[in-house]
């Protein structure tokens, strides 16, 4: 149990040090990229939402 443990963790610490790590550059850029795009698909949903709301209350309550 205990040398399948070792043997994992040596396979873990081999593939970390195969992983290419993004800049602090990149990391700003790419975060940049996933709040905007976060905050584009929330206004496109209130939107689509606040318009099938009146759409159904149009329709089914007749106002």
């Known amino acids: ?3 399948k443990l ?3 963790l040596d396979g873990v610490q081999s593939e970390f ?9 990149e990391l700003k850029g790419s975060t940049w990229v996933v ?3 976060s905050a584009f698909i929330a ?3 209130f939107a689509l939402d606040k318009v099938m709301s009146v759409l159904v ?3 089914i ?3």
């Open 57 to 59: 209350l149009n329709v």
């Open 6 to 8: 070792k043997t994992f």
């Open 61 to 63: 309550m007749g106002r």
């Open 43 to 45: 206004v496109v949903l």
């Open 17 to 25: 040090k195969k992983i290419s790590w993004p800049s602090y550059e």
């Open 35 to 37: 709040l905007g795009m």
């Open 1 to 3: 149990m205990i040398n």
